[in-house]
């Protein structure tokens, strides 16, 4: 158990509604990611963080943006959210610091934008 | 650009049968790690194995083995005697083990056990 939440697991919005999900770790990880899963898509990186304050985008980032002001907590904001932003979102840490390169995973939120 | 292919979308099986999944990649590092994950209908996702591209040994755990081939690019996993609970779907994954550890998945692989 990497010690990992995320918060809602489920949401239902509308289309042009900003949303906010939250990832907290409890054991000082310092990578974060954000991957977005979608059917024939496998998983696909959305947003990463390498330290507090720190983050780059991934391959679908277009229409997200992320923050990380603690090390414990990486926030994926949508800001206006779209239908085709409808998926299952997963967070996940590594640290690879510690010379863990394995990528584990939260529980995901599913994400429904009407 | 990397990439990774699991050409089987779903299989199907009925208990006790062997069962190998296939994940192709596509990489220009010489250093990298592969990856299957687990994903049964509870929908979490859950590390099976990581391979460095320095280490083709084969790995077996229980039931499970997967089988690293660098010259065709493929990290094959065997599930031998299913069982119902092996159900889910299954990711394959490469990183190229650089410093953001960024992972690229394949498609999935669904499989069904049948009792």
């Known amino acids: 158990d990497a010690g990992i939440t995320q918060s809602p697991r489920h949401k239902v919005t509308e289309t042009g509604t900003p949303v906010t999900l939250r990832c907290h770790q409890t054991?000082?990880?310092?990578?974060m990611y954000w991957y977005r899963q979608d059917p024939g898509h496998g998983l696909r990186l959305i947003h990463y963080s390498y330290g507090v304050k720190d983050t780059d985008k991934g391959e679908v980032s277009d229409g997200y943006s992320v923050s990380r002001s603690k090390t414990e907590d990486f926030l994926l904001t949508l800001e206006s959210a779209t239908s085709s932003q409808t998926s299952v979102y997963f967070c996940a840490i590594s640290d690879r610091g510690r010379g863990f390169d394995t990528q584990y995973f939260g529980p995901g939120t599913r994400l429904t934008v009407l | 650009a990397q990439k990774v292919t699991q050409a089987q979308t779903e299989i199907s099986v009925v208990e006790k049968e062997d069962v190998t999944l296939d994940c192709v990649y596509e990489t220009r590092d010489t250093t990298y790690y592969l990856f299957w994950y687990k994903q049964p209908p509870s929908g979490e996702l859950v590390f099976l194995i990581r391979r460095n591209s320095f280490d083709e040994q084969n790995e077996i755990s229980g039931r499970y083995s997967w089988n690293f081939q660098k010259s065709t690019s493929s990290f094959n996993f065997t599930i031998t005697a299913s069982q119902v609970v092996d159900s889910a779907v299954y990711f394959c994954?490469?990183?190229?083990?650089?410093?953001?550890?960024?992972?690229?998945f394949g498609t999935g692989t669904l499989l069904a056990v049948q009792p």
């Open positions: 994954a490469l990183s190229d083990g650089g410093a953001t550890n960024k992972l690229i």
């Open positions: 054991e000082n990880h310092r990578y």
